[in-house]
């Protein structure tokens, strides 16, 4: 690949000027959904690039992440590298509100949030004459055009960290060969999840030289909180029983959760399923497939707590699974029994679990495969293989503690993934100086 570096192209100049025209109308989108959350207007207007904070004084690193999970998935990172650069600030700009809302939880020292600004140019240029970030760390595939061009031109060094790129989405790039090269050329380094996104990237134009295969950066997150009070009040009230855990669940699993707990109180009359929908707000739903599979049911959301008896706990309320993880290491991940690509298998490992997944979990197709080779992760296709091995780790102990060893020593393993990262990132921080903040 020639290493002329690449130039804007016809496709890129006919984004920019679609922007301006389409900005009108994403401004009234996305301001509608943050005003219907009910965030102040200065809040609001950060998407157009209004700054809500001032700029710290110092060398200022920027993560951009789309929503909750990339979002969360940084804050270790953060952690880590505000403890060998002690005078770095760090902003963290997200789309959703409910990303705000958690990262606000959990926020680094000498970090804030603010959301990004639409991909325009005033938008943009507004932001970054605000912010003045010294480096810029985009999240698995948030690749918006003109803010990566534009702070680039800025003087900004620009890192796509944790890569990862759909199939679909890589055949699309590949139609467009001049537009990719010129996109991807505008990061210094990029730190991808799995050998195949490096490939992928080198594919549709990356220098091979800027890319670093590395780890899943959720991988390395920090455990989810455990409310204690809320963990030792329900291992009561469930009386000591043996539970498992159905986490992340969506539209058609859940029928076939509740199946193989049928089947599963065959043998275990006294067995308690915690079912955790992956969206809340269909607890009404979920709560009506429990009762017609005729099973009783406590809910979380109307703060009923489960009893001796009861056979389904629904948890369907927002940001307390680490707690549910804490009650039982016996944890089915949803987003898999139908293809809708799996959901993060590192959470419930970091707090001790083994894992039973579907098939359907391409994003983490890697991870899978390895955690499934290791005996970390066992994989299932119906109610009767779920309910299979659910009673196999139940009956078997031994092996269900062999899982669980597999599963932490691979999590043991990825650390060192984070150190590299770390210094990689740091490596391309201006040594000293940074820019004077712009109140």
């Known amino acids: 690949m020639s290493s002329t570096p690449a130039r ?96 606000a939880k959990r926020m680094p020292p000498r970090c804030r949030h603010q959301f990004p600004p639409l991909d325009t140019t005033a938008a943009v240029d507004r932001f970054l004459q605000h912010w003045q970030p010294d480096l810029g760390v985009f999240v698995e595939s948030e690749l918006w055009p003109q803010m990566l061009v534009r702070a680039r031109k800025a003087g900004c060094s620009l890192v796509l960290l944790n890569a990862r790129l759909s199939d679909r989405s890589v055949a699309g790039w590949k139609k467009r060969p001049g537009t990719a090269r010129y996109i991807l050329d505008q990061f210094d380094l990029l730190v991808t999840q799995n050998q195949k996104t490096a490939t992928n990237l080198q594919a549709m134009g990356a220098a091979a030289g800027r890319i670093q295969p590395g780890s899943n950066l959720k991988a390395v997150s920090a455990p989810l909180p ?59 739903a979920v709560e009506s497939l429990i009762r017609k599979a005729g099973l009783s049911c406590a809910r979380r959301s109307k703060g009923v707590m489960p009893g001796t008896t009861t056979q389904v706990y629904l948890a369907d309320t927002l940001g307390e699974v680490g707690t549910w993880y804490a009650l039982s290491p016996l944890v089915f991940l949803g987003g898999s029994l139908r293809e809708i690509g799996g959901h993060n298998p590192f959470e419930p490992m970091q707090a001790g679990a083994a894992v039973i997944t579907g098939t359907g979990h391409y ?21 009767s293989e ?20 597999a599963a932490a020593q691979f999590m043991s393993r990825q650390s060192d993934q984070l150190d590299k990262t770390v210094n990689a990132l740091l490596a391309l921080l201006p040594a000293k100086g940074g820019r004077d903040g712009q109140g």
């Open 226 to 284: 455990v409310d204690q009070d809320t963990l030792s009040k329900v291992r009561d009230d469930i009386g000591g029983r043996a539970a498992w855990i159905a986490s992340s669940t969506h539209e058609g699993e859940e029928e076939i959760v509740l199946e193989a707990h049928k089947a599963l109180l065959q043998q275990h009359p006294d067995l308690c399923l915690l079912l955790a929908p992956r969206h809340p707000e269909r607890g009404d």
């Open 386 to 405: 779920l309910a299979d091995q659910v009673a196999k780790w139940l009956d078997q102990p031994k092996a269900f503690d062999a899982a669980r060893t």
């Open 8 to 103: 804007p192209t016809l496709l890129y100049s006919l984004y920019c000027g679609a922007s301006a025209l389409i900005a009108p109308f994403a401004w009234r989108k996305v301001a509608a959904k943050l005003r219907d959350y009910g965030l102040p207007e200065e809040r609001v207007r950060e998407r157009l690039g209004h700054a809500s904070l001032p700029r710290p004084a110092g060398r200022l690193i920027w993560f951009h992440a789309a929503s909750v999970g990339e979002s969360l998935s940084v804050l270790t990172l953060i952690q880590r590298m505000g403890e060998q650069a002690p005078d770095a600030e760090f902003l963290i700009t997200s789309g959703t509100p409910t990303s705000a809302e958690l990262i």
């Open 363 to 383: 994003n983490f197709a890697e991870t899978y495969g390895e955690l499934t080779a290791l005996g970390a992760a066992r994989e299932v296709r119906s109610a």
